[in-house]
């Protein structure tokens, strides 16, 4: 089994629609984060948590909200999509406790097109 | 603000040959630096990383990357391109003070057989 886990990996949606990415891990680590992958611009930061009780904005916050349900599990909301969110979406976790690598672990993503 | 700089939307070399994909990084303090390759329809998965000790730093599958301060720039190298070498390449900047992973928008790299 995947290390960190994205669901569904595949969504068609209509503009105006809720639409719920979520997104578990069972690395154990503190630090989850959200990003949207559009060719040309690399990946962007929508959403950061490092912890339950703590969830930040990224660059691109607009239009998206997040809950931090437990340390495994951070679900990506959009309360009502657009065309312009459509994008793949990548979950990620890091581990930044003393003696970790810091490097970020990837979901497969998931890919989500707004008609 | 820190910042990553891929120069190069696509790099071709022909298999056998050595290749190099560039970086450039703008940051406050010591910079933390990743690079990444994504395989189609996959997720991002880590190469190497540079946060202190030797300029050069050996990562997965023969890879290797080039620490220059005075440059600003943690080129990634190989010294012999396999075709399946062939995939999306990300340099990333972790911001030391919010702890936010910062990507450029990536290198193609095309390994032709």
């Known amino acids: 089994d995947a290390d960190v886990t994205q669901t569904p990996r595949n969504r068609i949606t209509k503009t105006g629609k809720r639409i719920m990415l979520e997104c578990s891990q069972t690395k154990g680590h503190d630090r989850m984060y959200w990003y949207r992958q559009d060719p040309g611009l690399g990946l962007r930061l929508i959403y950061y948590?490092?912890?339950?009780?703590?969830?930040n904005k990224g660059e691109i916050s607009d239009g998206y909200s997040v809950s931090r349900q437990a340390q495994a599990k951070f679900s990506l909301s959009l309360e009502s999509a657009i065309p312009n969110q459509t994008a793949l979406y990548f979950c990620?976790?890091?581990?930044?406790?003393?003696?970790?690598?810091?490097?970020?672990?990837f979901g497969e993503g998931s890919r989500l097109t707004v008609l | 603000a820190q910042s990553v700089a891929q120069p190069e939307d696509q790099v071709n070399v022909a298999e056998g040959n050595p290749l190099t994909v560039k970086c450039t990084y703008s940051?406050?303090?010591?910079?933390?630096l990743f690079w990444y390759v994504q395989y189609p329809n996959r997720g991002l998965q880590f190469l190497l990383k540079?946060?202190?000790?030797?300029?050069l730093v050996k990562g997965s599958y023969g890879f290797e990357a080039e620490f220059n301060k005075s440059q600003t720039s943690f080129h990634l190298k190989k010294p012999s391109a396999l075709v399946s070498d062939s995939a999306l390449y990300f340099c990333a900047v972790r911001d030391t003070g919010t702890y936010k992973y910062i990507f450029g928008t990536g290198t193609r790299l095309k390994v032709l057989a």
């Open positions: 540079y946060i202190t000790g030797d300029n």
């Open positions: 948590s490092f912890d339950v009780k703590d969830i």
């Open positions: 990620a976790t890091s581990d930044h406790d003393r003696g970790s690598t810091g490097e970020l672990f």
């Open positions: 940051v406050s303090g010591n910079p933390y």
